[in-house]
């Protein structure tokens, strides 16, 4: 990834690029972070797997500093990743692991710079006789992730989308959140929300049955 991109993604929130496009692939919000790692920003490595690890250590072995593991079990219920797979990721410099199913060894995990996202923990590990595939596109979060797409993760959830779609929409992001930083002053100095909306107008518009947006009116 370039690394104007990588900074301009560590610096704006997961947020703000949903606001400057709706259609953009955000994983469901059962998709939980299990540690307070660092912000998540890489290159997604896609694994397909069920109920066994096997792929899991396969995309580990190949995986490149910046890379993120994006994980599709099938629904699995069984833990395929854990304390020595975060630890090994570290050491490679990946990025982050997300998984669409289970993680365990919290204890470890928690304590990782590395963000680590799964739906839930569970004890019990998988196999270990299924190859599985990677670098295939997968279903994680409800989304689809390709190999190669731009993964980013904060507090809010994770956002998904081509180096290309993330660079065109840095200039309205980081408008969004110029404008916001001019709203949260203003109600700093006693102003209300309310008043730097054209919320009359747009209810009016709505009544009439005409197209409306609701946006912020701020006079510099």
Do not use: Y
């Not at 959140?177 to 709203?183: G, H, I, S, Y």
Request: one cysteine or more; glycine letters at 10%.
């Amino acid at each position: 990834m370039d690394k104007h991109l990588h900074a301009d993604l560590t610096a704006i929130a997961c947020s703000s690029f949903a606001d400057a496009d709706k259609t953009l692939r955000v994983m469901d919000a059962g998709m939980r972070r299990v540690n307070d790692g660092a912000k998540l920003v890489g290159v997604a490595r896609t694994v397909r797997c069920h109920e066994d690890f096997l792929a899991v250590i396969r995309a580990l072995a190949d995986a490149q500093p910046g890379d993120v593991l994006v994980v599709d079990t099938d629904g699995s219920r069984r833990a395929v990743v854990g304390e020595l797979f975060s630890l090994e990721a570290t050491r490679r410099g990946l990025a982050g692991i997300i998984v669409d199913g289970t993680v365990r060894d919290l204890r470890t995990v928690a304590g990782l710079r590395l963000p680590v996202w799964a739906r839930g923990l569970n004890p019990k590990s998988g196999t270990t006789r299924d190859p599985g595939a990677v670098q295939v596109p997968v279903t994680c979060g409800g989304v689809v992730v390709n190999p190669g797409d731009v993964v980013l993760g904060d507090e809010d959830g994770i956002v998904v989308a081509t180096a290309a779609e993330f660079a065109a929409l840095v200039p309205t992001a980081r408008a969004i959140e110029e404008r916001e930083a001019r709203v949260r002053a203003r109600m700093a100095a006693g102003h209300a929300l309310t008043d730097m909306l054209n919320l009359d107008a747009h209810l009016a518009a709505l009544a009439r049955g005409e197209a409306s947006k609701l946006a912020f009116k701020l006079d510099d």
